[in-house]
Nanobody, 127 residues
Framework: QVHLVESGGGLVQPGGSLRLSCAAS????????MSWFRQAPGKEREFVAT????????SYANSVKGRFTISREDAKKAVYLQMNGLKVEDTATYYC????????????????????WGQGIQVTVSS
């Protein structure tokens, strides 16, 4: 049974930083594509960042490129999202997602590609 649990969310002022963590259980995490998505109120869930199996490759949404960094520690079965320079428009519920199948890059951007999801964690950017 694969289980993903996010942590590290909260309230931060514009320009601030947060680090989200996703702890995985029931997996050999190195075999999984791990990604972050987010969903703002009234909007569809959108891709944020992904890291390939083994962490060889990463990809980011244009809206977060240069501000967010995804990383993984397979020995700890964890994936992280370092968020710097936060903006009000980054306010959303952030979700960790994982899947074991091999994907081309464009597939990793689609929520439909992932079998496993965390419960989500709130990030609010406000002054």
């Amino acid at each position: 049974q694969v289980h993903l649990v996010e942590s590290g969310g909260g309230l931060v002022q514009p320009g601030g930083s947060l680090r989200l963590s996703c702890a995985a259980s029931g997996v050999t995490s190195s075999l999984y594509v791990m990604s972050w998505f987010r969903q703002a109120p009234g909007k569809e869930r959108e891709f944020v960042a992904t890291t390939s199996r083994g962490g060889i490759r990463t990809s980011y949404a244009n809206s977060v490129k240069g501000r967010f960094t995804i990383s993984r520690e397979d020995a700890k079965k964890a994936v992280y999202l370092q968020m710097n320079g936060l903006k009000v428009e980054d306010t959303a519920t952030y979700y960790c997602a994982a899947d074991r199948k091999s994907m081309i890059l464009s597939q990793t951007w689609s929520q439909n590609a992932y079998e496993y999801w965390g419960q989500g964690i709130q990030v609010t950017v406000s002054s």
